[in-house]
């Protein structure tokens, strides 16, 4: 009997692995085709992009026809991309510098990660910086094809149409990582830029719901690594001070925000404040045409009130909204981001009770 018992169990037992290992290779086997449908997709997506952009032919960028918004991630540059793309004949190459989600953990980003390999062989950290007078020929080379439109990588043309490449005239780029780059870039290429600046708590908060910067908030500690030109980022971080994720969120803000923010910028480019855009859209869509030298689109205010495709609801509807960071971060959390800015000796949004 004993003996029966033992031997039904064993079927059991045996049953049961061949349904797992059935399971496992039918998961597995799925993995595999939706992997290899993802990379067909691609592969057609790609070859499309090189069709159009050959018809198109190359794109000399000048201030007339190149328009380039500098900003952080959630600060709304997907909301102001979409809104001057609705300058007829406009596409947008979007975020060129994404080189995967945050972390700094002492170590540069994984190689594959991001948009466009070539940021792998010149060895660009999330926020890259390089002086102004230091020349960098490897990576001008990059830029310089890039605002050609000559980096044919699908993952920058998501939010365009295809279609529109050929017969577009005006190209925007959006740029979430290059603010520490926007002097050197000045200097060598010829477009307009436009920073938009958002309140620092604000962006934050919106940073530390956002699933982009989970690997932030799960650190312990906080450590950069070494790459060029890293001491304009270690020297003016004192990681040993910082403890909290909002704090490092609000240094990387500060460093940011300095570097283009400066006397000289005001004749460099365009500094557009995401709060006056929400409360003052009259004046703000004026100053943001008249800098690109484009009449207001007779479909802006359509655009204005409609979310942007990185965003669930229309946050900029309501003008409250400006202030939600206030219940999104505890009265801890708001002492520590304000400690910070004292630290960079930004005093612009230190009254609490006007900042919005």
């Excluded at 934050?204 to 070494?226: D, T, Y």
């Excluded at 709060?275 to 007779?298: A, G, H, Q, T």
């Amino acid at each position: 009997m004993a003996q029966t018992n033992d031997r039904n169990q064993w079927q059991l037992i045996h049953s049961g692995n061949i349904i797992s290992q059935k399971l496992f290779t039918n998961k597995f086997v799925f993995e595999i085709l939706n992997a290899l449908k993802s990379y067909c997709l691609y592969l057609i997506r790609k070859i499309r992009l090189w069709i159009v952009l050959k018809v198109k032919g190359k794109h000399y960028p000048q201030k007339s026809n190149t328009i380039a918004i500098f900003s952080l991630p959630r600060s709304g540059s997907t909301w102001l991309s979409e809104l001057i793309c609705e300058i007829p004949n406009t596409i947008k190459v979007d975020e060129p510098l994404y080189r995967g989600f945050l972390a700094l953990d002492g170590k540069m980003p994984a190689t594959g990660h991001g948009k466009i390999k070539q940021l792998d062989k010149l060895e660009f950290y999330y926020y890259q910086p390089i002086p102004p007078n230091e020349e960098f020929e490897e990576a001008h080379d990059f830029f310089r094809n890039l605002f050609s439109l000559k980096i044919t990588n699908p993952y920058l043309f998501e939010e365009t149409d295809l279609r529109s490449i050929p017969t577009s005239k005006n190209v925007l780029f959006k740029f979430c990582y290059g603010n520490l780059l926007l002097p050197w870039l000045v200097k060598r290429f010829d477009f307009l830029p436009i920073v938009l600046v958002r309140n620092p708590y604000a962006v934050v908060a919106s940073q530390m719901r956002h699933h982009s910067f989970e690997r932030i908030l799960n650190q312990k500690s906080f450590e950069i690594p070494k790459f060029r030109y890293s001491e304009y980022l270690t020297e003016v971080i004192d990681l040993d001070q910082i403890k909290h994720p909002e704090e490092i969120l609000a240094a990387i803000w500060c460093i940011n925000y300095l570097a283009v923010s400066g006397k000289s910028s005001k004749k460099n480019w365009l500094i557009i404040s995401y709060e006056d855009l929400v409360r003052n859209p009259d004046v703000e869509i004026k100053r943001i045409f008249s800098y690109v030298n484009n009449p207001i689109p007779s479909t802006i205010w359509d655009r204005f009130h409609q979310p942007s495709v990185s965003t669930d609801k229309s946050d900029f509807q309501n003008k409250e909204q400006l202030l939600s960071w206030k219940k999104e971060l505890n009265p801890d959390q708001i002492k520590r981001i304000g400690r910070i800015l004292t630290k960079f000796k930004i005093d612009d949004y230190s009254d609490l009770s006007i900042t919005t």
